[in-house]
């Protein structure tokens, strides 16, 4: 069983790398050593109506992606990069805000992690400056995930019901954990 605190611990101390703007304002970061993973060769769907197809519609390709042993996707939720109180970027930010945010982000180590679960917030402290505070997006409250990360397969979840949960791929239930308290303060 994985206790949800030490997952966490596993990637504090480690540099996020390859740090990218996802779709919208969605964030996505790498920790750990790279991997690298190669699709078997497939004809490619569209991700949008405005994509230009052809050739990825007639003929199959091999899609590589380069992971982390961590990965960290950062949806459905506001978020606010900050440096000493000062507003760098924010979810609802122009995009060349965020990309200069997330250049900044780039090569950090997540000191810490500081979770409210009354207000249901989570911040990332990073170790040269800065932090980046989640709170969750009443748009999405039917998703009702503040975050989401991967490693190896396993998912950990942190909902409005107070629960950290720990899934596999299939989002079956590894270890579920009430937030007991406030406040969670979790450091390298």
């Not at 250049?103 to 917030?121: A, L, M, R, T, W």
Request: hydrophobic share 35%.
């Amino acid at each position: 069983m994985t206790n949800s605190s030490d997952f966490i611990k596993g990637f504090l101390g480690k540099p996020i790398w390859g740090a990218r703007k996802g779709h919208g304002s969605f964030l996505i970061f790498n920790l750990g050593e790279p991997r690298i993973e190669f699709e078997e060769p497939k004809i490619q769907k569209a991700f949008s109506d405005t994509e230009i197809r052809f050739p990825k519609d007639t003929y199959k390709s091999r899609l590589v992606t380069i992971k982390g042993d961590y990965f960290i996707w950062i949806y459905c939720c506001d978020w606010t990069f900050s440096i000493e109180e000062k507003i760098v970027a924010h979810n609802e930010s122009n995009d060349k805000e965020i990309l200069n945010a997330i250049e900044f982000i780039n090569g950090q180590i997540i000191s810490s992690i500081f979770i409210d679960s009354e207000k249901f917030e989570m911040k990332f402290n990073f170790d040269l400056a800065g932090s980046l505070t989640l709170r969750k997006n009443e748009y999405y409250e039917s998703e009702a995930e503040l975050l989401i990360m991967e490693n190896n397969g396993k998912w950990l979840s942190i909902n409005d019901q107070k629960e950290l949960k720990v899934e596999n791929s299939h989002r079956n239930i590894i270890n579920k954990e009430m937030i007991e308290t406030e406040q969670i303060d979790i450091k390298n």
